[in-house]
């Protein structure tokens, strides 16, 4: 279990990024689009430390993605300077920040959904389990493209920073694909080290 040491460090860390990300970012209405999801999760962490606190594992990759996300929303997507590094290191036609978001857009919620499967013990069977998962991961994906789509009907050309097409007719799929091939590599590499983390966290403290 992560001591409250590291996890008050973590939100230290994370509120001086929240505030680095709002001064002046590319694009106020974005800002809070890509931000918000950090903005709701600080304080229903908050709420459930003590009723359901998370492994260690879980809560330091909630810490990446909120980093990721509010980078992110301070640049827009496509205009981070990272991925314009990557873009020019390997070559491609789009800055692909995007997709490393959509990739953990996959990777870190198939972790979150599988502990919660997992200690209330809601599927016994892993090959189910981990089909559900990666299910879950893949609805939360086409659930925010339709978030996307709903900004774009509702505020028009504003969102267009919000979308981060980059003139893609298919970034919605891709989108979906990065946020499912996470979900499956999320399971691959961290699956054992989550259990080992899991059992830690069931095991009574020593009086």
């Known amino acids: 279990m992560a001591k409250n040491s590291e996890l008050i460090t973590l939100l230290a860390a994370t509120g001086l990024v929240i505030i680095w990300s709002c001064w002046n970012p590319f694009d106020r ?3 809070w ?4 999801p950090v903005l709701l999760a600080i304080p229903i962490l908050m709420a459930t430390r003590r009723g359901f606190p998370l492994t260690r594992l879980a809560y330091y990759l909630i810490f990446i993605h909120a980093l990721i996300l509010l980078v992110g929303a301070h640049y827009t ?3 981070v300077p990272f991925g314009f590094w990557l873009q020019d290191l390997l070559e491609f036609s789009r800055n692909p920040y995007d997709r490393l978001g959509h990739i953990a857009q996959g990777f870190i919620p198939a972790l979150l959904a599988r502990e919660v499967l997992l200690r209330n013990r809601v599927i016994a069977g892993a090959g189910w389990r981990a089909f559900l998962v990666v299910c879950f991961c ?5 659930f925010y493209e339709l978030l996307e789509w709903f900004a774009a ?3 028009g050309d504003g969102t267009q920073a919000f979308l ?4 893609d007719i298919w970034d919605a799929q891709w ?5 499912l091939s996470g979900a499956i590599l999320a399971l691959l590499i961290l699956g054992r080290a989550h259990n080992r983390q899991l059992q830690q966290l069931s095991e009574p403290s020593p009086k």
């Open 164 to 167: 981060g097409t980059q003139g």
């Open 153 to 155: 009907v509702g505020y």
């Open 33 to 36: 689009l890509e931000a918000l």
């Open 175 to 179: 989108d979906m694909l990065m946020a």
């Open 29 to 31: 209405l974005t800002w």
């Open 138 to 142: 893949l609805a939360l994906s086409a």
């Open 77 to 79: 997507y496509a205009q």
